[in-house]
Nanobody
Framework: QLQLKESGGGLVQPGGSLRLSCAGSGSIVSQLRLVAMGWYRRQAPGKQRELVAAITDGGITNYADSVTGRFTISRDNSKNTLYLQMNNLQPEDTAVYYC????????????WGQGTQVTVST
C-alpha cells in the first residue's frame, strides 16, 4: 500500500508564500517515482476538487491557468516527496490542498493524502 501525507499548510497574508510537501510511505513507495503525481484543492465544502498542478514520472509539468506563473510543482524521488511552491498567494487560493498519486501501474484507484489547509487572509 501507499500512504501520502501532506504538510506545510497554514495561514498567510496575500502576496505571501508557502511550500507544501507530500511524503510517500508504505510497501510500494519505492515505485512512486514511476507514477504521475499532482496537487488538487477543494475551495469549499461540497465543491469538487480541482487540479492545481501535476508532474509526470519524467518531470513534465502541467498547471491550472489560475496558478500558472505563481506555483511550481516538483518532486524528489530520492525522498519520495512531492512539493508545491506557492508564491504571490491570493485569497482565492484558500483551500484544502491534496496530494495525489496515479494508481494505474498498480491497478488501483489513485492514492490521496488527507489534505492540508491553506488560508490566505489579512
Amino acid at each position: 500500500q501507499l500512504q501520502l501525507k501532506e504538510s506545510g499548510g497554514g495561514l498567510v497574508q496575500p502576496g505571501g508564500s508557502l511550500r507544501l510537501s507530500c511524503a510517500g510511505s508504505g510497501s510500494i513507495v519505492s515505485q512512486l517515482r514511476l507514477v504521475a503525481m499532482g496537487w488538487y484543492r477543494r475551495q469549499a465544502p461540497g465543491k469538487q476538487r480541482e487540479l492545481v498542478a501535476a508532474i509526470t514520472d519524467g518531470g513534465i509539468t502541467n498547471y491550472a491557468d489560475s496558478v500558472t506563473g505563481r506555483f511550481t510543482i516538483s518532486r524528489d524521488n530520492s525522498k519520495n516527496t512531492l512539493y508545491l511552491q506557492m508564491n504571490n498567494l491570493q485569497p482565492e487560493d484558500t483551500a484544502v490542498y491534496y496530494c495525489n498519486a496515479d494508481g494505474t501501474i498498480w491497478g488501483t484507484q489513485p492514492y490521496w493524502g488527507q489534505g492540508t489547509q491553506v488560508t490566505v487572509s489579512t
